[in-house]
């Protein structure tokens, strides 16, 4: 399986003015997917997520696009899930743009969520 994602739109807020570096947060995640294309041999998937933290100092908006390689066997266990855990292509893509994540987090003064935020 290959996965290639681009990141095409992300936004970051501050929404408190008090320094919130070492500030114990916990973050939720509401996520978005489409399946936009289906072809031989790859998936195209439009993603959104929408990071959002407790108490209220941070939120984050990331989109963008994945394209996820691979025979229909080798996909489609990463587009679907049997539980209420998230298709773990979901998780794949996080891991993905975890990096810019944390370092936007670190530029705007705020604490970063989890790397493995969307597995547990």
């Known amino acids: 399986m290959d996965l290639r ?3 095409e739109k992300m936004t970051a807020e ?4 008090d320094d919130v570096d070492d500030k114990d947060v916990i973050y939720r995640v ?15 998937i439009s993603f959104s997520f929408d990071i959002t933290s407790e108490p209220a100092v941070a939120r ?5 696009t ?3 390689g691979g025979t229909k066997e ?8 049997g539980t209420q855990a998230p298709p773990a292509v979901l998780a794949e893509i996080y ?8 370092v936007i987090c670190a530029a705007i003064q705020v604490p970063h969520p989890l790397p493995n935020l969307l597995r547990e």
């Open 95 to 102: 891991e993905r743009v975890y990096g810019t994540i944390y």
């Open 74 to 81: 080798e996909v489609l266990p990463f587009l679907t899930s």
């Open 66 to 68: 994945a394209a996820l």
């Open 5 to 7: 994602v681009r990141v």
């Open 30 to 44: 509401n996520v978005s997917m489409v399946e936009t294309e289906k072809n031989p041999g790859w998936t195209g």
């Open 14 to 17: 501050k929404l408190v003015n």
């Open 60 to 64: 984050l908006q990331i989109s963008g």
